[in-house]
């Protein structure tokens, strides 16, 4: 699986929301900053959010964006859904988006595919931003460090 900028940018400024729940409305400039994403694709994104109930936003000077929702009745799954589509690897293992295949009868790696799939979902649907927003940032070193045979690509 790999996330469009758009759901990366959609996590990002969620998460901000997470963390500044209490303090008040943020700026769109300040989430934009905040976030490093840009003005314009964010004022897309936000209408996004708004539209799923997600965030919400007040005008005036005081006014800008906070999170419309507990943040633990927001999931990764949902929000990668909303802006993506599918959590499949492939489409031969997707159900909103499947893509039929010729060598389905007789392929055995699709297996696979289908319980990566079982698994991202489970794990996605499951992951909240309350939950999401306490993760440490990973560290390089964390990141690097993995024992892998073969994982080049990874």
Known sequence: MRL???????????LALVDRRGQGPVSMNELAKQNDVPKKFLE????????????????????????????ERITLGQVVR????????????????????TQAPTCRFRRVLLDIRNVTASYMDNATLAQVSRNAPVDDRELFSLELVGGDGI
């Open 44 to 71: 897309h994104i936000m209408l996004d959010l708004k539209s799923q109930g997600w965030g919400e936003s007040s005008p005036g000077r005081m006014g800008g964006d906070v999170l419309a929702l507990p943040p």
């Open 82 to 101: 909303h802006f993506d589509g599918i959590l499949a690897p492939v489409g031969c293992v997707s159900i909103s988006n499947n893509e039929p295949c």
């Open 4 to 14: 469009s900028r758009k759901t990366d940018y959609a996590l990002r400024v969620l």
